[in-house]
């Protein structure tokens, strides 16, 4: 049975460095290509939000047994978990957007193009629960940027 979960937390660090995401994200990936799960973690302003998909077993063992205990966040939320027909995130063992792609419209990035196609699908089309409050949760950092 294939879930998304999506969740949202605060980074324990002030501002959190580049090195710090690039360890998160280089174990993320690593786990998650093992247990086969995808999607895009988002960093703004000191939060988090990351929407996981894959087996059902694998969302919920990794969210409970490493990105939960993870100190490096607190006040972890579950917003949304659903079963999915299919992934949205397929080619990403966990794709990352930060705060220049959020303040931009990202173009020629590969996650921009994703992003960009997600957000005008979910204009026309329903997308699923979870990924529709991922995009709005999405478009509601990029409306607030530091100017
Ligand atoms: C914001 C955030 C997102 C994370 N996302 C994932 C994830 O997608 N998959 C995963 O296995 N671990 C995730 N983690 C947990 C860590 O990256 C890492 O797997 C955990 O600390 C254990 O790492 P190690 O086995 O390399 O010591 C996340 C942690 C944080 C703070």
């Given at each position: 049975m294939l879930v998304e979960l999506l969740y949202c937390s605060v980074s324990v660090a002030y501002q959190i460095t580049n090195v710090d995401l690039e360890h998160i994200l280089d174990s993320a990936r690593r786990r998650n290509l093992e247990e086969g799960i995808t999607g895009v973690l988002l960093y703004y302003r000191g939060a988090f939000v990351q929407i996981l998909e894959g087996s059902k077993e694998s969302v919920e063992n990794v969210y409970e047994k490493f990105i939960g205990p993870?100190?490096?966040?607190?006040?972890?939320?579950?917003v949304h978990q659903n079963t999915i027909?299919?992934?949205?995130?397929?080619?990403?063992s966990m794709g990352f957007v930060g705060a220049p792609e959020i303040e931009s419209r990202?173009?020629?990035?590969a996650i921009g193009i994703l992003m960009n196609t997600l957000t005008d699908e979910s204009k026309s089309k329903p997308l699923s629960l979870g990924l529709n409050a991922f995009v709005s949760i999405y478009n509601q950092m990029r409306k607030s940027p530091y100017k």
């Open positions: 993870d100190l490096r966040h607190t006040a972890l939320n579950k027909a299919h992934r949205s995130f397929s080619q990403w990202m173009p020629s990035t």
